[in-house]
């Protein structure tokens, strides 16, 4: 995959670790001004040394979204790409669901990239080229017992994608998103443990039988291999690309 690279102003969310903090390396070593948004303090040393800035903001509140959009326009003048990235995790069934958990999860992952895209239009728009990506899962594409917040906030986020690439694309914006299944990083770390406890496995079995169980490919998901994914969909080559979901999912969704 060959990407031509202009120099472009990113804001990337979700960057403290995982696949947001590749996003944000790699963003750097291709020569983009990154302003990196995470609520962990632990951001900061993370994007400085990647090159990156940082702000610092929850994006379950709507108004911290505005003011990361503001800190980056004052930073350096637009926004060109836009990574909604920022995610959390929480399994319980429906029944016993918390509405806090659910409310939250949906705040951060379908109303905050909402948020951030409408706030980022308009410098997109004045400059007539914008890269919208969205990291939803295959959990955007099929569910799994449990995780009816996240599966509905990424199934949403497939919806706000298409909509965003219908109105962006005669004014230059693209929106697409990608569809990863287990990428190693804390948020799966957390769950292979949970899991390990939950169903007295070692955790190389909860790797090789739950999550890898419908896999093609047997392995889990490096955060550079959809770093790289990101970089070719923000570039001048992936102008005709648009409204489209890219599954990572090892063959997950083949079947
Ligand atoms: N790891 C996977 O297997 C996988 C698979 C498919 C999709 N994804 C998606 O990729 C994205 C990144 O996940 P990851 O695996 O890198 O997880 P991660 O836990 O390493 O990163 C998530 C980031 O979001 C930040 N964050 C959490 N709540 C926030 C808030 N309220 N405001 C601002 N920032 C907040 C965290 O601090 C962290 O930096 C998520 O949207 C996740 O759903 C991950």
Wanted: charged content about 15%; hydrophobic content about 45%; overall charge negative.
């Amino acid at each position: 995959m060959s990407a031509s690279v202009t120099p472009r102003v990113a804001l990337v969310t979700g960057t403290s670790s995982g696949i947001g903090e590749a996003v944000v390396r790699h963003f750097c070593k291709l020569g983009h001004q990154v302003l990196a948004v995470d609520f962990n303090p632990a951001g900061r040393e993370v994007a400085e040394k990647a090159g990156a800035s940082f702000f610092q903001a929850d994006l379950t509140d709507g108004e911290a979204c505005q003011a990361a959009v503001a800190e980056a326009i004052k930073r350096f003048g637009r926004v060109d790409i836009l990574v909604n990235n920022a995610g959390i995790q929480h399994v319980s069934p429906i029944e016993t669901f918390p509405e806090a958990k659910w409310r939250q999860i949906i705040d951060l992952m379908l109303t905050a990239p909402f948020l951030l895209s409408q706030a980022v239009w308009p410098s997109m728009r004045e400059n007539g080229w914008g890269r919208i990506v969205n990291i939803a899962s295959v959990h955007a594409q099929v569910a799994s017992p449990g995780k009816s917040a996240y599966i509905s906030a990424k199934h949403g986020m497939i919806g706000l994608t298409k909509t965003a690439a219908l109105e962006g694309g005669g004014q230059g914006i693209t929106a697409n998103a990608i569809c990863p299944a287990y990428v190693k990083t804390p948020l799966v770390d957390n769950q292979i443990a949970d899991q390990a406890q939950m169903h007295g496995m070692q955790e190389q079995e909860v790797i090789e039988q739950i999550m890898l169980k419908n896999a093609a490919v047997k392995r889990l998901i490096e955060p550079v291999e959809v770093a790289e994914l990101v970089a070719y969909l923000a570039s001048d080559s992936a102008g005709a690309v648009t409204g489209a979901s890219w599954n990572i999912d090892l063959g997950w969704t083949a079947q």
